[in-house]
């Protein structure tokens, strides 16, 4: 099983940012995808949740109504849209299915 984070980088407040999370070895039709992350001194938090059966999702109450999570089935990705980003929002963002992890990719939003 693998997981891989992709599509972090430098904004400024406001702007948008699109993480992919491209998986190998095992179907998002069977296991939930979520997206975490941290900021420096700071504990890991869950950001948002995709399910494997319906499609449902689930968003931490700061980034509701900024976040999109989706996914590609086909193409075994898994997507973080994020508009609107703010400077709390800079971390290290991270990809995770049941036990497994992907590499994080780091989102720097300047004020």
């Known amino acids: 099983v693998q997981l891989q984070a992709s599509g972090g980088g430098l904004v400024q407040s406001g702007g948008s940012l699109r993480l992919s999370c491209a998986t190998s070895?095992?179907?998002?039709?069977?296991?939930?995808v979520a997206w975490f992350r941290q900021a420096p001194g700071k504990e890991r938090e869950g950001v948002s949740c995709?399910?494997?059966?319906?499609?449902?999702?689930y968003y931490r109450e700061s980034v509701k109504g900024r976040f999109t999570v989706s996914k590609d089935t086909a193409a075994r990705t898994v997507y973080l849209q994020m508009n609107n980003l703010k400077p709390e929002d800079t971390a290290v963002y991270y990809c995770?299915?049941?036990?497994?992890w992907g590499q994080g990719t780091q989102v720097t939003v300047s004020s």
């Open positions: 995770n299915a049941v036990v497994w």
């Open positions: 995709i399910s494997s059966s319906d499609g449902s999702t």
């Open positions: 070895g095992f179907s998002l039709n069977r296991f939930p």
